[in-house]
C-alpha cells in the first residue's frame, strides 16, 4: 500500500511539474501556406522563423527562462483558412497568442478588426495596409520595418538616380504590372501620387492569380514602350513575369520587383531571362552572418531544422523569416522588462512591439548587422523604419547595388494620416492620443 501511494505521489509531482513547465511558455502562432503556388515564400519564410525562435530555445533557453512554443496552421494564402487559423490558434498557450504574422495583405485585412478585438497584435512585415502604419487609429497593427508606400518611394527615388535626378522623370513613361489582389492593389494611390508630382505617366496593368498566363499583359508593355516597367509580383507570376519580358524584348535591368518578387525562388526558374533584374529588399541573402550560423550550430548540427533543402539556409526569403524572428523575440524581451520574465498576453506584448528599438548596437549584438535595418517604432509611428535598399540579380545570385534609400516622408505620411482618419471615420473609432501613451 505504501508502495502504491507513493507512486500516485510521485504522478502528481510529475504532473505538477508538467503543468508548470507548460505554464512557463510563450506560443506564437504560425499561420502560414507550405503548399500551393506561393509555397516558396510562406515555406522559407516561416522556415527562417521557427529555425530562429528554435535556436535561441537551446541556445539562451528562451527568452528570459520562458520557452517559446508554436503550431503550424496551413492557409493556403487563403483569407477564409487564414481567419479560420487565427480563431484556432488565437488562445493557445498559457497566455493566448503572442502575436500573429499572417503573411499575406488579405489575411491581414481580414484580421485587423478581430484582433483588435482580441487583444492579439498583427504583424505584417513589409506587407499589409500601409495606413496601419498611423498607430493611433490601428493600435494592435504593425506593418514594420518598411511599408509598401515607402517602398515605392524608395523605387522612384532609385529610377530617378537612373535617370540623372528626379526633375529628369517628366514625360517618362513607367508601367505597374501587379498582382491582381489587395495586396497588389495597395501601392496603385502613391504611384498616381508620385507620377502627378514628378510628371511621369503610370499604367497599371493587373495580373489575375496566380500569373501563369501573361502574354497579354506583356503585349500590352510592347505596345506602350514603357521607360521602366515596376513588377509587383507574388509566387510563380515572378518567374513567368521575367519571361514574358525576355519575350517582348524589354530589358529586364529596367524592370525594378517589390520585395517579394525578388527572391532566389523569383529568379532562378527565369533562367536567364532573370538577368539584370533589379528588385526591392529590406533584408539581404547570405549565410555568413553570427545569427545564421548560430541557427546551423544549434539546430541544424542536432538534426532539428526545418528546411527539408538546406541549401535555401541564407537566401532571401529564408533570412526574411530570421528578421520576423528577430523582431517577435525582441518585442517579447522588450515587454519583459516592464511585466516581468514569465508569459506575457497579447496586450503586453503589444506595448513591447509599440515600445521597440532595435539599434545598430542591439544589431551587431544579435549577429545581425548589415542583415537589416533599424527599427524604433511608436504610437504614432508603427512602421519604425522605413529604408530599402535595392539588389540585382547577376545569373546566379542577388548583389546589394545601394545602400538604404529612405523614402519619401513628406508625401508618405500625410496620406497615410487623411487614409487612416477616413477609416477611423468609417469604423467610428476615437484616434488615440500619443503623447498620453507611455
Known amino acids: 500500500m505504501k508502495s502504491f501511494t507513493k507512486a500516485l505521489l510521485g504522478l502528481a509531482m510529475l504532473g505538477a511539474a508538467a503543468t508548470t513547465h507548460a505554464q512557463n511558455e510563450q506560443f506564437v502562432p504560425m499561420v502560414g501556406y507550405w503548399v500551393g503556388p506561393y509555397a516558396a515564400g510562406g515555406s522559407g519564410i516561416f522556415g527562417g522563423m521557427i529555425d530562429y525562435i528554435n535556436m535561441v530555445n537551446a541556445r539562451d533557453g528562451g527568452v528570459g527562462g520562458v520557452k517559446l512554443t508554436y503550431e503550424k496552421c496551413e492557409t493556403e494564402y487563403n483569407n477564409a483558412r487564414g481567419v479560420e487559423c487565427y480563431e484556432r490558434l ?50 494592435w497593427v504593425f506593418p514594420l520595418l518598411t511599408n509598401y508606400w515607402s517602398q515605392n518611394t524608395a523605387k522612384i527615388k532609385f529610377i530617378g538616380s537612373k535617370e540623372g535626378g528626379m526633375d529628369k522623370l517628366k514625360g517618362k513613361k513607367i508601367v505597374n504590372i501587379y498582382h491582381d489582389s489587395a495586396y497588389g492593389k495597395e501601392t496603385i494611390p502613391v504611384l498616381d501620387a508620385q507620377a502627378k508630382k514628378y510628371g511621369f505617366t503610370v499604367t497599371h496593368i493587373p495580373v489575375p492569380h496566380p500569373g501563369n498566363e501573361q502574354g497579354a499583359q506583356w503585349l500590352q ?104 524572428g528577430i523582431v517577435t523575440v525582441e518585442a517579447i524581451r522588450k515587454a519583459q522588462e516592464k511585466y516581468g520574465k514569465k508569459p506575457l498576453t497579447g496586450e503586453q506584448i503589444r506595448w513591447g512591439l509599440e515600445n521597440l528599438t532595435i539599434s545598430e548596437a542591439r544589431l551587431k549584438e544579435l549577429g545581425a548587422a548589415g542583415f537589416m535595418q533599424p527599427l524604433k517604432v511608436s504610437c504614432l509611428d508603427h512602421e519604425g523604419g522605413g529604408a530599402v535598399k535595392f539588389q540585382q540579380w547577376d545569373g546566379k545570385e542577388w548583389k546589394v547595388i545601394t545602400d538604404w534609400i529612405t523614402p519619401d516622408r513628406d508625401l508618405v505620411r500625410p496620406m497615410i494620416e487623411q487614409s487612416a482618419a477616413g477609416y477611423a471615420k468609417e469604423k467610428n473609432i476615437t484616434p488615440r492620443d500619443c503623447s498620453k501613451e507611455s
Open 90 to 139: 488565437k488562445k493557445k498557450g498559457p497566455t493566448g497568442a503572442t502575436l500573429v504574422h499572417p503573411l499575406s495583405t488579405g489575411i491581414t485585412y481580414s484580421l485587423i478588426e478581430k484582433g483588435t478585438q482580441d487583444k492579439v497584435p498583427i504583424v505584417s512585415i513589409g506587407y499589409g495596409r500601409t495606413d496601419a502604419s498611423d498607430g493611433r487609429v490601428f493600435p
Open 221 to 324: 508593355v510592347r505596345q506602350i514602350k514603357p521607360d521602366w516597367v515596376i513588377l509587383r509580383g507574388w509566387g510563380v507570376m515572378n518567374p513567368v513575369a521575367l519571361k514574358g519580358a525576355a519575350k517582348v524584348g524589354f530589358p529586364r535591368d529596367r524592370i525594378i520587383g517589390v520585395w517579394w518578387s525578388g527572391a532566389e525562388e523569383d529568379t532562378i526558374p527565369a533562367g536567364d531571362a532573370a538577368k539584370g533584374y533589379i528588385a526591392a529588399g529590406f533584408n539581404v541573402a547570405g549565410s555568413n552572418f553570427p545569427v545564421i550560423q548560430d541557427i546551423k550550430k544549434y539546430v541544424y548540427a542536432k538534426g532539428k531544422g526545418e528546411m527539408e533543402d538546406p541549401t535555401r539556409i541564407g537566401s532571401i526569403y529564408y533570412n526574411r523569416g530570421v528578421v520576423h
